[in-house]
């Protein structure tokens, strides 16, 4: 079992950056991607970013261009540099990681763990 522990949310302005840490620890040598997503109030949860160990990176149209997924594998810590915020990008934000890949980087479905989240808030 891999354990994932998300850090750097808060409450910013629109415009502003934030940059959040996803933390994994334990049964992590079989993990093979990591991914971002975000969950509104009332609404489904969804992509934002992922990347696999094969260098394969993903980003939902959203926020291309404005957020970048980055990982220090020597502190087994994935990032999500958040830049130019909008209040639509309101939302808990939840770090994944998967082992297999049998999903698309996208699909919720295909991850196996799931850190607690963490809350952002982007007032306008």
């Known amino acids: 079992q891999a354990h994932l522990v998300e850090s750097g949310g808060g409450l910013v302005q629109a415009g502003d950056s934030l940059r959040l840490s996803c933390a994994a620890s334990?049964?992590?040598?079989?993990?093979?991607?990591m991914g971002w997503f975000s969950q509104a109030p009332g609404k489904e949860r969804e992509f934002v970013a992922a990347?696999?160990?094969?260098?394969?990176?993903d980003y939902a149209d959203s926020v291309l261009g404005r957020f970048t997924i980055s990982r220090d594998s020597a502190k087994n810590t994935v990032y999500l540099q958040m830049n130019s915020l909008k209040p639509e990008d309101t939302a808990v934000y939840y770090c994944?990681?998967?082992?297999?890949?049998?999903?698309?980087?996208?699909?919720?479905?295909?991850?196996?763990?799931w850190g607690q989240g963490t809350q952002v808030t982007v007032s306008s």
């Open positions: 994944a990681a998967r082992r297999t890949a049998v999903l698309p980087l996208k699909v919720p479905a295909g991850y196996h763990y």
């Open positions: 334990g049964r992590t040598f079989d993990i093979s991607a």
């Open positions: 990347f696999s160990w094969s260098t394969r990176t």
